[in-house]
């Protein structure tokens, strides 16, 4: 049991690596348009509001759960805090919320 879990990470590693690699081995000389170039660097931000616009609203029964964690975390970025505070604001915020209702 033990080997097989061990190939599957392995497996796992492989199939996640060679979608990263090929693009980067395949193309490696070609050079996109701008407009292109401009498309793709807002694909992460697009995705991440993606991701995270969808749990704000059903991440909990009430609404204002997700409302005020978001503006929570919003204004610790916003402030100029790293990742990691930003996490933490948001939680402390929930926490008493959840303790006041």
Do not use: C
């Not at 693009?23 to 070609?30: C, D, G, Q, T």
């Not at 996109?32 to 697009?46: C, I, S």
């Amino acid at each position: 049991m033990h080997s097989t879990i061990v190939w599957m990470i392995i497996g796992m590693g492989i199939v996640t690596y060679i979608p990263r690699m090929l693009p980067l081995v395949v193309f490696h000389n070609v050079k996109l348009p701008p407009f292109l170039q401009g498309v793709l660097k807002n694909v992460p931000y697009a995705t991440l509001g993606a991701l995270i616009v969808p749990g704000i609203f059903f991440i909990h029964e009430d609404i204002w759960f997700g409302i005020l964690g978001f503006l929570s975390a919003f204004v610790a970025a916003w402030l100029g805090a790293n990742v990691i505070l930003v996490v933490l604001t948001s939680v402390a915020v929930l926490s008493i919320y959840a303790i006041l209702i």
